[in-house]
């Protein structure tokens, strides 16, 4: 698996103008070196109507589906990072009766074997580390249910008041959930 980081997409090409993607042409930052790759899987995070302008036209052309790419209703997300002292469980991944509509990852889960988080911390909570939390909001419209105000118009704690209300009110998501285990 071969992941550009640190490149501009610039292009994706069709071969003989068929409906497939052949290669991938990027600008390497470090060099400022444009290079050209064909492999099996193309992934890009880019901007829909960004993406849209690196297709090949033949493709396009060939594949006119393509072009409902544009169709794709774009919203800002953005989360909270919450550490605390233990693993958590999580049972479920999304607060479904919150109207900020909210997903949580726990990373001691997805990193486990890879990353001793007990090795973290700064000062007084070094080593004390057993989780982080990745909350995302992904409707920063919506009123909320504790602060009744969108997202948007919270300060930064008030957020992390709406996100521990959430997690206490749907204790289906997170077994446990104690923002006294929380190292804020």
Same mark, same amino acid.
């Not at 995070?45 to 829909?48: E, K, T």
């Not at 948007?152 to 930064?156: D, E, G, H, M, N």
């Not at 206490?168 to 998501?173: A, G, S």
């Given at each position: 698996m071969v992941f550009r980081t640190e490149a501009k997409l610039? #292009?994706?090409h069709s071969s003989a103008g068929g409906p497939r993607v052949s290669a991938a042409s990027w600008l390497e930052r470090s060099t400022g070196r444009e290079q050209t790759g064909a492999f099996d899987f193309y992934l890009s995070?880019?901007?829909?109507d960004e993406l849209l302008l690196r297709l090949d036209p033949a493709l396009l052309d060939a594949a006119p589906t393509l072009r409902s790419?544009? #169709?794709?209703? #774009?919203?800002?997300?953005n989360g909270v990072m919450i550490y605390t002292r233990t693993p958590q469980q999580l049972r479920l991944n999304v607060f479904s009766r919150h109207p900020w509509k909210?997903?949580?990852?726990?990373?001691?889960?997805?990193?486990?074997?890879?990353?001793d988080l007990s090795q973290y911390g700064v000062g007084k909570d070094r080593g004390q580390l057993g989780d982080v939390l990745s909350f995302v909001?992904?409707?920063?419209?919506?009123?909320?249910?504790?602060?009744?105000r969108p997202a948007?118009?919270?300060?930064?704690n008030?957020?992390?008041?709406?996100?521990?209300?959430?997690?206490?009110?749907?204790?289906?998501?997170?077994?446990?959930?104690? #923002?006294?285990?929380?190292l804020v």
């Open positions: 610039l #292009r994706f995070a880019i901007p829909n790419i544009a #169709r794709i209703a #774009r919203i800002w997300q909210i997903t949580v990852v726990s990373h001691a889960e997805h990193w486990q074997g890879a990353h909001i992904s409707d920063w419209h919506t009123p909320g249910v504790r602060c009744e948007r118009a919270c300060s930064p008030e957020i992390y008041e709406e996100l521990c209300f959430a997690s206490e009110c749907e204790p289906d998501v997170i077994d446990n959930f104690d #923002r006294r285990d929380h």
